[in-house]
Structure formats: structure tokens, C-alpha cells
């Protein structure tokens, strides 16, 4: 079992910037590729970024490239969300999860963490 846990999140103004981080206790998080994602109120969660077990492969939602970056940290088991020029859009809980390498779909979540955007 996987627990992970978010932080760094709070208020910021728009065109600031915020750094999430995730560690997992209990597991190494090297062992897992994972994931960012956000659920804004009244919105179905989505997708932000991930990278994968490797620290190599990465993907962001459109609206986030050239804003956002992921990165890991294997030696601390953390993995970072670093967030620039934040928009009121990007106003959201942010989660992070953890999958195997072999899985699809991402079997660990952390509790979240707000994010608040203001304008």
C-alpha cells in the first residue's frame, strides 16, 4: 500500500508561483510513475502532468506547457510540481497518484492540496 501525501499549496496571486511537492511513506516512489492532476469546484477532476518511473518521459495538458514542470527526486521520494505564471483558472485541489509500471490506470492517491488563484 502507497500513501501519498501533497504539499505546498495556498493563495497566491495571479502571475505567482507555487511548488507542490508528493512523497509516499511506506514505499519507495521510485518504484512508480506519477501523476498531478486538479478538480476545480463543480468540474470533473483532470489530468495536469506525470512523469514516468523513469524521470525521463513526461506529459502536460495543453493548457499547462511552458508553465508548469514535474520532476522527482528519488533520493528524498518526492516528487515536485513547480508552477509558474499561475492563472485564477488553474484554481483547483491538486492530487497527486502513483502507478506501477505495469498498471494503467493510477491505484494510489494522495488527499490533495488547494491551490487559490486570485485575480
Known amino acids: 500500500q502507497v500513501q501519498l501525501v501533497e504539499s505546498g499549496g495556498g493563495l497566491v496571486q495571479a502571475g505567482g508561483s507555487l511548488r507542490l511537492s508528493c512523497t509516499a511513506s511506506r514505499r519507495t516512489l521510485s518504484d512508480y510513475s506519477v501523476g498531478w492532476f486538479r478538480q476545480a469546484p463543480g468540474k470533473q477532476r483532470e489530468f495536469v502532468t506525470t512523469i514516468f518511473w523513469n524521470g525521463i518521459t513526461q506529459y502536460y495538458v495543453d493548457s499547462v506547457k511552458g508553465r508548469f514542470t514535474i520532476s522527482r527526486d528519488n533520493a528524498k521520494n518526492m516528487v515536485y510540481l513547480q508552477m509558474n505564471n499561475l492563472k485564477p483558472e488553474d484554481t483547483a485541489v491538486y492530487y497527486c497518484?502513483?502507478?506501477?509500471?505495469?498498471?494503467?490506470?493510477?491505484?494510489?492517491w494522495g488527499q490533495g492540496t488547494q491551490v487559490t488563484v486570485s485575480s
Open positions: 497518484a502513483a502507478r506501477t509500471q505495469s498498471s494503467i490506470k493510477y491505484d494510489y
